[in-house]
């Protein structure tokens, strides 16, 4: 999943790129107000982590900005100051959760997973596509109760698609959502990570609809 961390300390911003990035995350990372409004209302990302005390403009007013732009993506609001007045704020305008500074990398990344969770329509961890289950706590994947083994990138790409299930995603949405800006990848690669996917899961789950995109399917 592709996500923002709009955080002003450096250590604080390194941490959490670093702790995202090895929990599976496309992890960007920018340190001003008015940078952070901008990339969220231009850029694709799944979630923000947006701290409220930042330089330039703060982030009540870019939370506000986004939602009255129709801008949807999951936001978890981060402070390390704020009282429970800003809080019932923040919720208002449209936050999906709070973190306090300072919280643990294990606590940031549940909650990062629960808000996924929770925007695509999962309560529990386990994701199901026929009989294919992904657990976003452990990031394990089995088919029929035999674990396999996956790359970043297929577990990445087989994630994305069990999130939006039903739905067929278009190509170049995939590749938004598993590349960083500045990685380069070749036109045909998501569909080299499909073949070797599938192969790997030995279930056809993931449907390819030519000219259209990939869905995945539970038959």
Excluded at 196 to 201: A, D, I, V
């Amino acid at each position: 999943m592709r996500t923002l961390v709009v955080e002003d300390d450096a250590f604080i911003a390194a941490t959490m790129e670093a702790s995202l990035a090895a929990a599976g995350f496309i992890v960007d990372v920018c340190r001003q107000g008015d940078e952070a409004w901008f990339l969220g209302s231009t850029e694709d990302f799944d979630l923000i982590f947006l701290d409220l005390g930042l330089p330039q403009l703060d982030g009540l007013t870019i939370l506000r900005r986004w939602r009255t732009q129709g801008r949807n993506m999951a936001v978890i609001a981060v402070t390390a100051t704020a009282g429970w007045s800003t809080r019932v704020e923040t919720i208002n305008l449209g936050a999906d959760d709070f973190l306090t500074k300072p919280f643990q990398m294990e606590e940031l990344i549940a909650r990062a997973r629960a808000v996924l969770r929770r925007k695509h329509g999962y309560s529990a961890p386990y994701l199901t596509a026929g009989n294919v289950v992904l657990d976003t706590s452990t990031m394990r994947v089995a088919v029929d109760g035999r674990l396999v083994h996956l790359s970043s990138l297929e577990y990445r790409l087989l994630s994305y698609l069990m999130h939006h299930k039903g739905r067929v995603v278009p190509g170049t949405e995939l590749g938004n959502h598993l590349y960083r800006n500045d990685e380069l990848h070749e036109a045909n690669a998501i569909e080299a990570v499909v073949l070797r996917l599938r192969k790997k899961l030995g279930v056809k789950i993931i449907e390819t609809r030519r000219g259209l995109g990939y869905c995945a399917r539970d038959k």
